[in-house]
């Protein structure tokens, strides 16, 4: 473990920290509302460590808190957990072979997605999603504790803008590498997707429909220009680069752009 | 404030939620390793990564329920992918959020 930490760029683990910080305060909302509504005090951190999927968890605690069932609470939660199934296949080379990947799977989340794909080599990728990962279970659990702790000492969330910590934390982390990317079509197509379908099927499904903007790049294309590829592209083999919408070797750098969150402290003039 | 279901119900319910979340977590590895290679597979997988985060966040920054979240939180949101396009420090764009939001609330705006 102590090479992956020796991988990550100053800058990566600034960025890992202060996000960490920013979880640990959505958790302490979320500690503070679950015991409001009458959870026991060791509930909200338990769930916490074993789901470790902050959404996920608010709405579980919220239909029960709502007057509804188990079932329906689960199985709420469980539709908002769904998209860790790509995140699963897209993290999939971060995660490895070893036994190391039954933990790394469970470390999985936004956060240390956004963070691992945001990284120029695989090498830092994966430090990188390791140390969200860990980041976010620590602090997630850890912020849930002192939001039960404090319960009603700290009042509505909304008043300091707690609310808007979580989408800015994933904007944050996402919008430079779009930017680097030069790829907003696609990820704009499936936000207006998500949002439009928000009021007519359940919650966490939107995201899920977010991703019909794939197909998209089934579509017949103009031939452009190819770039080629800086960092992965030794590693994938280009079967059939125009059956897609860009040349897989083009979408592995961007992907992997050197000019991404991780940098966005020190500035970057590559992109 | 509704009665909640007894503890032991709860918890089969945390469990049952713990399992199946790590089952996703897992067998999204697992499938992808089916494919393992292929080029086209590789470049949908990680777009479909970045359209599940952006959609996330633009559901979890513009809507509450099933309506628009008010106008300060999408604001506070708006003001964050613009820092962030502007490759502006990770606490600035996250601070600039939180604090857009508190402001425009404590001005009666919600």
């Known amino acids: 473990m102590s090479s992956i930490w020796r991988t990550l760029p100053s800058a990566v683990t600034r960025d890992v920290t202060l996000m960490s910080l920013g979880v640990a305060l959505v958790a302490i909302s979320y500690g503070a509302t679950a015991v409001s509504a009458g959870f026991p005090a060791w509930l909200p951190p338990l769930i916490a460590v074993v789901v470790l999927a902050g959404s996920s968890e608010f709405l579980f605690v919220g239909v029960l808190a709502a007057g509804g069932g188990v079932g329906a609470a689960v199985l709420a939660a469980l539709v908002v957990n769904a998209r860790h199934l790509p995140y699963g296949m897209a993290m999939r080379d971060l995660i490895g072979d070893g036994r190391s990947r039954f933990l790394a799977a469970h470390l999985m989340n936004d956060e240390s997605v956004v963070m691992g794909l945001g990284q120029p080599t695989e090498e830092q990728g994966r430090a990188a999603f390791w140390a969200a990962g860990v980041g976010v279970l620590v602090s997630w659990p850890l912020g849930t504790v002192i939001g039960v702790a404090l319960g009603g000492v700290i009042g509505d969330p909304h008043v300091i803008g707690l609310d808007a910590a979580f989408p800015a934390i994933i904007a944050a982390l996402v919008v430079p590498g779009l930017r680097a990317d030069r790829k907003l079509g696609l990820p704009l197509l499936g936000a207006v997707i998500a949002l439009a379908a928000t009021p007519v099927v359940p919650a966490g499904v939107p995201p899920l429909l977010a991703l019909l903007a794939l197909l998209v790049m089934a579509l017949p294309k103009r031939r452009r220009p190819r770039r080629a590829g800086r960092h992965r592209s030794a590693r994938r083999a280009s079967s059939d680069p125009e059956s897609v919408e860009e040349s897989p070797d083009r979408a592995a750098s961007a992907q992997r752009s050197p000019c991404d969150s991780s940098t966005a402290f020190t500035g970057c003039h590559h992109a | ?35 393992a290679g292929s080029a086209g597979m590789d470049s949908v997988v990680d777009r479909a990564a970045v359209i599940l985060l952006v959609a996330v966040m633009a559901t979890t920054g513009f809507t509450e329920g099933d309506g628009v979240a008010g106008i300060a939180r999408p604001a506070a949101v708006g003001v964050a992918c613009l820092l962030a396009w502007q490759r502006c420090p990770f606490v600035i764009v996250v601070l600039a959020a939180t604090a857009t939001a508190a402001v425009l609330r404590a001005l009666g705006v919600v």
């Open chain 2, 1 to 35: 404030m509704p009665d909640l279901p007894s503890t032991t119900t709860i918890l089969v319910g945390v469990a049952l939620l713990a399992v199946g979340t790590y089952v996703f977590r897992i067998g999204g590895a697992a499938l992808r390793a089916r494919f």
